[in-house]
């Protein structure tokens, strides 16, 4: 963020705004593309919100897998959307939730003071960030504000997959790996509030988060390997990728849909082959092999907040770090073994 071109260091923000005199917040920046230690805490400009944006102080942040590679810049093909040489925005995070502090022009659903929360697209990792408005929700009354930061991205990634993507219907058998990460943990509990009958696939020290979501079955993959149980689903969420296509194919139905959805691989390209090898073998069987892009959609956002509401969904909590250990924060999400959420708390 840095917010480069709007910018408030050292000058009153806005009227009513009630940020103080200096308008400076603590931020993690970077200035280039690399591991967590090119993370800094810096003193910078609160940001001005523009037409249709809203200042959100900010209360809690999530990471995730895509806030690492967009930090690391590799694979490479990020740079594309996020900066060539360096990162676009030098504040990163995406996920967040808070409190209302000043609108933009031409914002009528939001007001100084409401707790909301959704995913900017300028930087959330700061006390201050300047959201869309269509970006955001009302925090549900029963969600703290590191249960709210810990759900955008991550479950509605989940929803699009399941609800979207594979049109989970009742009694339909679906099979979700990484079952205990960020997008796993949301799976499970969606896929169950569908009517399916739910396997999730994780490790030894995970099977009771897991079976706690919901999960019907649970298969630790350090001792099964799925692909040979002979079980067959009519829906599989691979958000690992541990195995071939074909391997994972071999556990599907013969109409059955697979969604790949690791954004892991090659330093240039990420997943891109997978990505494309998937299309290509669409052509050749009846089974669906449907990669696909997450999107923010504020509806799902609602859909996701009436789950929330209702205990359909409850956020999984790993760890918590406050800003200044932003790097460690990053650091462990990119080595993929996350039970649940990590948030940032300010
Ligand atoms: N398509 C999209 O638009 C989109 C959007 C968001 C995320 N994603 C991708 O979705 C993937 C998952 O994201 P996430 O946030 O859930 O990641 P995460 O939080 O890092 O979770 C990964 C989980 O998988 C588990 N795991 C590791 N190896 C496994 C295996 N062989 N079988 C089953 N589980 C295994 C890990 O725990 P253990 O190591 O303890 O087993 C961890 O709990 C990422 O690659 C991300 O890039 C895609």
């Given at each position: ?174 099979l979700i790996?990484?079952a205990s990460?960020?997008?796993g943990s949301?799976a499970v509990q969606?896929a169950r509030?569908?009517?399916?009958e739910v396997t999730g696939v994780c490790s030894t020290r995970n099977v009771d988060l897991v079976r706690s979501l919901g999960a019907d079955h649970v298969i630790d993959y350090?001792r099964t ?89 409850t956020?999984v ?22 039970q649940g ?6």
């Amino acid at each position: 963020m840095e917010n480069e071109q709007r910018s408030n260091a050292g000058a009153p923000l806005m009227p009513g705004a009630n940020l103080g005199e200096t308008a400076t917040m603590r931020a993690a920046v970077q200035h280039r593309y690399g591991p967590p230690s090119v993370l800094e805490l810096s003193k910078i400009g609160v940001p001005l919100p523009g037409r249709g944006e809203v200042l959100v102080q900010v209360s809690a942040a999530s990471v995730h897998p895509g806030d690492y590679f967009v930090m690391t810049g590799e694979p490479y093909m990020v740079r594309l959307v996020y900066g060539i040489r360096r990162p676009r925005h030098r504040v990163p995070g995406m996920d967040l939730a808070g409190v209302v502090a000043a609108v933009g022009k031409n914002v009528t659903t939001l007001r100084p003071g409401e707790k909301v929360f959704g995913w900017s697209t300028a930087g959330a990792l700061a006390e201050y960030a300047c959201v869309p408005a269509r970006n955001l929700v009302p925090v549900p009354a029963n969600l703290s504000f590191v249960d709210a930061a810990a759900v955008p991205t991550s479950a509605m990634t989940a929803l699009q997959a399941l609800r979207k993507i594979a049109n989970v219907r009742p009694g339909q058998t679906v099979l979700i790996t990484g079952a205990s990460g960020g997008v796993g943990s949301f799976a499970v509990q969606i896929a169950r509030a569908l009517g399916a009958e739910v396997t999730g696939v994780c490790s030894t020290r995970n099977v009771d988060l897991v079976r706690s979501l919901g999960a019907d079955h649970v298969i630790d993959y350090t001792r099964t390997d799925f692909t040979r149980t002979g079980k067959l689903y009519d829906v599989i969420l691979d958000n690992v990728e541990a195995q071939s296509l074909t391997a994972v194919r071999q556990a599907l139905t013969a109409t059955g849909t697979l969604i790949p959805n690791s954004g892991r691989g090659g330093r240039w390209f990420g997943p891109l082959g997978r990505i494309v090898k998937a299309r290509v073998l669409s052509g050749f069987t009846r089974q669906l092999l449907l990669p696909f892009m997450s999107v923010g959609k504020r509806q799902d956002l609602l859909t996701l907040t009436e789950m929330l509401l209702t205990g359909q969904v409850t956020p999984v909590i790993d760890r918590t770090y406050p800003l200044d250990e932003a790097a460690d924060a990053l650091r462990y999400v990119g080595a993929g073994h996350t039970q649940g959420k990590v948030v940032m708390t300010f």
